[in-house]
């Protein structure tokens, strides 16, 4: 039974370490070094399924996006702010919550979101 999943962020071999201590320090995620120095983010997930945007005319690569849900939107991203994080998109109201996205270290970016939804308690 499958009872997890883990992503995977490449980054150069010279960026990798500015990537793991921005996960650390910067957004302060949970973590434990199980050896050598190779964090792992031990963090709740969820998987959502989207089209790729082609029916909009907005074609891009199918793929994988990474995101980070929150409870205070603008309390977050006043606090990432302080910390040094640049946002590259304004927060906007996507309808099923809020949304925007921010750069992180070795030429990524991810979502920042804050849902109206909530899963059902397991």
Same mark, same amino acid.
């Given at each position: 039974?499958?009872?997890?999943?883990?992503?995977?962020?490449?980054?150069?071999?010279?960026?990798? =370490?500015?990537?793991?201590?921005?996960?650390?320090?910067?957004?302060?995620? !949970?973590?434990?070094?199980?050896?050598?120095?190779?964090?792992?983010?031990?963090?709740?997930? =969820?998987?959502?399924?989207?089209?790729?945007?082609?029916?909009?005319?907005?074609?891009? !690569?199918?793929?994988?996006?990474?995101?980070?849900?929150?409870?205070?939107?603008?309390?977050?991203?006043?606090?990432?702010?302080?910390?040094?994080?640049?946002?590259?998109?304004?927060?906007?109201?996507?309808?099923?919550?809020?949304?925007?996205?921010?750069?992180? !270290?070795?030429?990524?970016?991810?979502?920042?979101?804050?849902?109206?939804?909530?899963?059902?308690?397991?």
């Amino acid at each position: 039974m499958i009872k997890g999943m883990h992503v995977t962020l490449f980054s150069s071999e010279e960026g990798v =370490e500015e990537l793991r201590a921005f996960l650390r320090d910067t957004l302060r995620l !949970p973590s434990f070094d199980p050896g050598g120095g190779w964090l792992i983010f031990d963090m709740p997930g =969820e998987i959502g399924c989207h089209p790729d945007g082609e029916e909009k005319g907005e074609k891009g !690569p199918s793929g994988v996006e990474l995101g980070f849900a929150c409870d205070d939107m603008e309390k977050t991203v006043a606090e990432l702010k302080q910390r040094g994080v640049e946002f590259v998109r304004d927060v906007e109201d996507a309808g099923w919550g809020l949304l925007t996205r921010f750069r992180m !270290p070795g030429g990524l970016e991810a979502d920042l979101y804050e849902p109206r939804y909530r899963a059902p308690d397991r």
